[in-house]
């Protein structure tokens, strides 16, 4: 049977789809690098030619004794410099997933992919590595780490749910994979006795203030940038720097005007419900603080010496100290959401529908261990 061009085209291009749809997610990533990678090969040998006769000018210049200039760089180059930082800085690059033997945020392009149905050897390793077996977990913690509701095949390991893919794949981050390709226990797997749980349903809508007044450790600074507008979801920017132990605490919760790591910037104009929003995003409950504290008391051995008194707390107070209103910043909408869709939407917590309802990316920048050694050491 012959076909013409433009049926061949046709199918080809369904080939393509099936292809596609079937290939897994870090199939699919590898073939975006390379097809970036393609691309930048592309541009810089387009502009070769340009590069080689400036560096070719610039040393003509040293060669007679004359002072080398500064020369205005061309768009294609101006254009080349961004692509690249947008690489770097976007949603491949700043966007966090979840270890599943960890347990821990860490980078998703440092994550590795274990397919349930290929990788049938090594879920076998897994099991005789992670383990649950003799491990004597609290019954609610146990639940928590076992995906055998997800997985048949996972039962009896240690495993966090939130990165088990319905597709069929668990995410491992770079050392616990390589520690799992070697055969060996992962230093900071859950098995390792890292297990921290998580919070119950009733204490998950906690506001960032009351976690800052409730917990015993010092993080270093945390930024909030919210923008609003009519007709417009909020877009805010949160972004987060390390933590480290904090000093011996006896009496909690910390008092609200006491939080000095944490700003909420809103530049622009709001409306009177978005700025209502935000002050609702703020809000500290007596309640709520207590009830966490003493969830906190009885599960966790870190907080045996701390003594509870929530007399001081009002019953609701908003942060108002923690919130700056710029109302004559000059904000244009358009350039707000070119900003968050460069950034791209695997981050994004929420959904866009109405002018109070919340958009938000979120970056964590992890100190180095060094780094870490030098604060401790100076005490800063």
Partial sequence: MVFSVEERREQHRLAVQRNRARESPEARAKRLRRQRERQQRVRTTRGGNEVHETVEESQQSWLDGGVPRLRPVSNRTQKEALYRLRLVLGPSGLDDATCAVCDCSKLRKSMHMISLGDDRDRIQQMHLLLSSVDEQLPM???????????FSCLGGMLLSKRCIHPAGYIQACQECNASLTKQLLPKFSIKNEFYVGSLPNRLTNTKLPERFMTQTVMVFAVMRVMRGGSHRAIRSHCLAFDSIPGPATTLLPTSARNISCYRVVMPGPFTTEQQAR??????????MVEDLLVFYCEHNILYEDVTVDCSGLASEVVAEHLICEEADVDVEAGDVDDESDRV?????????????????????????????????????
Avoid at 349 to 376: C, K, P, Q, W, Y
């Fill in 140 to 150: 609610e913690l146990a639940a928590e780490y076992d995906c055998s509701v997800l």
């Fill in 344 to 380: 791209g939407s695997s981050t994004e917590v929420g959904d866009a529908v109405g002018e109070t309802d919340v958009v938000e990316h979120r970056v964590v920048f992890i100190a180095s261990v060094e780094t870490l050694n030098v604060l401790t050491r100076t005490g800063t």
């Fill in 278 to 287: 935000v002050r609702q995003m703020h809000l500290v409950r007596r309640q």
